[in-house]
């Protein structure tokens, strides 16, 4: 049996950006960065940052777009996922990111990244999980 499952908390670099494939289907992505703390044998703090690419499909993805914004922390789980591509200068290409199955967002309603990011709606209540988990048809990946 094979296990692909990523769980990661962080802060949000970016604001989500939402679009909709050709048929339809919505795909949100967005930036997470993660920091591992430690301490050397010379007893000095070190911090290494990890930048990380989330991609949120259907539901999931329009709540994303709706309820995150840069600076945000929140969980993200999901599974990992590489693209190869050519550029535009004909090298071959690769791109790791997460797609995300489930998304808890940490920051309380009252807690702000920043006072100049901008306030948005939240309801009292999350949707229910099992309306977040759907099938994804390869088809409607726009890759």
Not at 40 to 62: D, F, P, T
């Amino acid at each position: 049996m094979d296990l692909n499952k990523v769980m990661i908390i962080g802060r949000l670099t970016r604001d989500p950006e939402s679009r909709n494939t050709p048929q339809g289907a919505n795909v949100t992505s967005f930036g997470i960065a993660t920091n591992f703390v430690w301490t050397n044998a010379g007893g000095e703090r070190q911090e290494k940052v990890e930048y990380h690419n989330i991609i949120a499909w259907r539901k999931l993805g329009e709540i994303c777009a709706q309820y995150l914004q840069k600076g945000r922390r929140v969980y993200i789980e999901g599974r990992l996922q590489t693209q190869k591509f050519t550029d535009k200068d004909g090298n071959q290409r690769s791109k790791t990111e997460i797609v995300a199955d489930n998304m808890i967002m940490l920051d309380s309603k009252s807690t702000s990244p920043s006072e100049s990011a901008p306030k948005r709606e939240t309801s009292a209540e999350t949707p229910a999980m099992e309306e977040l988990k759907e099938e994804i048809n390869i088809e409607e990946v726009p890759f």
